[in-house]
């Protein structure tokens, strides 16, 4: 079990033996010396956050943390080593991720999924690593589930965030069927129109080579557009590696338009002084149109503001196409570099 990860250099392991488990202990342990910043995995005891595991990112390393079942003390459960330092974005001890780019953000992705299942196979928690087992899983379940409509006695009404509109989603398979806008139902039909999504629009139109076809730029604050945006990136969690939906307070999104319709989106936001390429998704009934190439090309050309822009867990899709863009734009342009944050997670048990 644990004790076999203890070894004689663990200094941090007795940092967490004399401090561990509240806030206090996490700040003191981020002003340990040498230590760039700690990723919390929490339990909510009491009202209050109490952290279960903990990564440590000190210059190219990054340790994991966490309790002993045997003796209650912190140990070690690996340590990764990293081709470059990791960069640590925080705004508080319960709210620090950190980032690994380009040939790490694969190492830190395994590493992740490593530790959580190694958490799992020692306690209680369930905590759902993002990654292609778990959106396989999705799918099969999807694919099995008989829900097909708003209106199906296992699709129920829920809050998303602070936003205006209400999801209805299946209780059993959790697909996204619609939403509630100003009291009404709107189904997917509907909210892949572009008259009706295109109401109220004020921001960018980009004009593109395909007549009755053109791009939309929504900043999160059209909750038509944004209710369109729930389905797409639901929908695009059954094929991606990576699992967020979208999220209108961080994240942008640019719009695919087709003969009146929603096509697809490619989302991104811009986390301190970088920008990240969230998801790029293309309806199935829409590809092979090349609609997925347009919205990154136009995004790069439009709204890329730097050198390098970074990919969250691009899918097998999508890999080619930005290899493609990189070696054709190597000379005068942004190129990409895979980026993955290891994240705090309120587990549940
Ligand atoms: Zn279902």
């Known amino acids: 079990?644990?004790?076999?990860?203890?070894?004689?250099?663990?200094?941090?392991?007795?940092?967490?033996?004399?401090?561990?488990?509240?806030?206090?202990?996490?700040?003191?342990?981020?002003?340990?010396?040498?230590?760039?910043?700690?990723?919390?995995?929490?339990?909510?005891?009491?009202?209050?956050?109490?952290f279960h595991?903990?990564?440590?990112?000190?210059?190219?390393?990054?340790?994991?943390?966490?309790?002993?079942?045997?003796?209650?003390?912190?140990?070690?459960?690996?340590?990764?080593?990293?081709?470059?330092?990791?960069?640590?974005?925080?705004?508080?001890p319960w709210m620090t991720d950190i980032l690994f780019f380009g040939e790490d953000a694969m190492r830190g992705r395994r590493f992740k999924e490593r530790v959580a299942n190694s958490i799992r196979s020692n306690f209680d928690f369930r905590i759902t690593p993002p990654g292609r087992k778990t959106n396989e899983e999705i799918k099969s379940r999807r694919d099995r589930c008989q829900c097909n409509s708003v209106n199906d006695d296992i699709v129920e009404?829920?809050?998303?965030?602070?936003?205006?509109?209400?999801?209805?989603?299946?209780?059993?398979?959790?697909?996204?069927?619609?939403?509630?806008?100003?009291?009404?139902k709107i189904t997917p039909r509907k909210l892949f129109d572009a008259d009706w999504?295109?109401?109220?629009?004020?921001?960018?139109?980009?004009?593109?080579?395909?007549?009755?076809?053109?791009?939309?730029?929504?900043d999160g604050k059209h909750p038509r557009i944004v209710g369109s945006l729930h389905l797409l990136s639901d929908a695009?969690?059954?094929?991606?590696?990576?699992?967020?939906?979208?999220?209108?307070?961080?994240?942008?999104?640019?719009?695919?338009?087709?003969?009146?319709?929603?096509?697809?989106?490619?989302?991104?936001?811009?986390?301190?002084?970088?920008?990240?390429?969230?998801?790029?998704?293309?309806?199935?009934?829409?590809?092979?149109?090349?609609?997925?190439?347009?919205?990154?090309r136009h995004w790069i050309e439009r709204y890329c503001r730097n050198d390098v822009y970074f990919l969250d867990q691009p899918n097998d899709l999508s890999r080619p196409l930005f290899a493609r863009l990189d070696d054709e734009l190597a000379s005068n342009g942004p190129t990409s570099k895979e980026y993955f944050a290891l994240q705090p997670v309120n587990l549940e048990y």
């Open 236 to 296: 695009s969690m059954e094929e991606s590696e990576y699992s967020g939906a979208f999220d209108p307070n961080e994240q942008m999104a640019l719009l695919y338009i087709a003969d009146g319709r929603i096509a697809g989106f490619l989302s991104w936001n811009e986390p301190v002084q970088f920008q990240v390429l969230r998801q790029l998704y293309v309806r199935p009934e829409a590809r092979r149109r090349g609609f997925a190439e347009t919205l990154v």
């Open 197 to 218: 999504a295109l109401e109220d629009f004020r921001g960018d139109i980009v004009e593109i080579d395909e007549e009755n076809d053109y791009l939309i730029k929504t």
């Open 53 to 92: 595991t903990a990564f440590v990112a000190r210059g190219k390393q990054v340790t994991a943390l966490t309790v002993s079942p045997e003796s209650g003390e912190f140990v070690e459960i690996e340590t990764l080593e990293l081709e470059n330092s990791s960069f640590v974005s925080s705004t508080g």
């Open 157 to 184: 009404k829920e809050q998303t965030g602070d936003g205006p509109y209400k999801i209805f989603r299946c209780q059993n398979c959790k697909k996204i069927h619609g939403i509630e806008l100003g009291g009404k």
């Open 1 to 50: 079990m644990y004790s076999d990860f203890l070894t004689e250099s663990m200094d941090l392991t007795r940092v967490f033996h004399l401090f561990f488990r509240t806030e206090r202990e996490i700040r003191s342990l981020t002003q340990t010396e040498g230590v760039d910043g700690v990723v919390p995995w929490y339990v909510t005891y009491n009202d209050e956050p109490r």
